[in-house]
């Protein structure tokens, strides 16, 4: 008898933009005080499919409207790469080609995993896209903290059905 695959210990969600500079670190402070004032645990974070040099932080403009809103700012830009699909249990594109991309990477499990961030919203019908802030001003990255917001119940209750279910992507 073979010994059993280890698991990981919590629900997983990736977040995944272009540069991983603006709306996926957003998303992630988003979700995580969401999940705290939940009472739930799960590991929160983010990449994106063009970056230009890993381990930076988010965009100034980014941190300084998460810190006005009482949000943590910490952060390091990440390369999506396709392993990622399979050690995640939930795969949150931020618009529609993000969605395409990621699917292309996906095998069948994988692609299962994949929603975009606007679905979650039920006022949405079938979804969204968060439009890129990088050459806006601060009030387009105040229109994608409001989008986000209004994604994150839906997340949440993603995040709780998928604890509740017992299932978890193996570790990296």
């Avoid at 695959?5 to 500079?21: A, D, I, K």
């Avoid at 645990?41 to 230009?52: C, I, K, N, P, Q």
């Avoid at 949405?124 to 994604?151: F, H, I, M, N, S």
């Avoid at 119940?153 to 299932?167: I, K, M, N, S, W």
């Amino acid at each position: 008898m073979s010994a059993p695959v280890p698991q990981s210990p919590e629900y997983r969600v990736l977040f995944v933009c272009t540069g991983n500079t603006c709306r996926s670190p957003m998303a992630v402070q988003v979700l995580r005080r969401a999940l705290a004032e939940a009472g739930l645990a799960a590991e929160v974070t983010s990449a994106g499919l063009r970056v230009d040099a890993e381990h930076a932080p988010a965009d100034p403009r980014a941190q300084d409207v998460l810190r006005e809103h009482g949000y943590a700012t910490e952060h390091q830009t990440a390369r999506f790469v396709p392993g990622m699909l399979a050690s995640h249990d939930l795969v949150i594109a931020l618009d529609s080609m993000h969605q395409w991309v990621l699917r292309q990477a996906a095998d069948q499990r994988g692609a299962a995993k994949i929603r975009l961030l606007g679905s979650f919203d039920p006022a949405a019908g079938a979804g969204w896209d968060v439009p890129d802030p990088v050459t806006g001003d601060r009030e387009d990255y105040e229109r994608v903290l409001t989008l986000l917001r209004a994604a994150m119940p839906g997340v949440v209750d993603a995040v709780r059905a998928g604890l509740a279910d017992g299932e978890r992507a193996g570790p990296d």
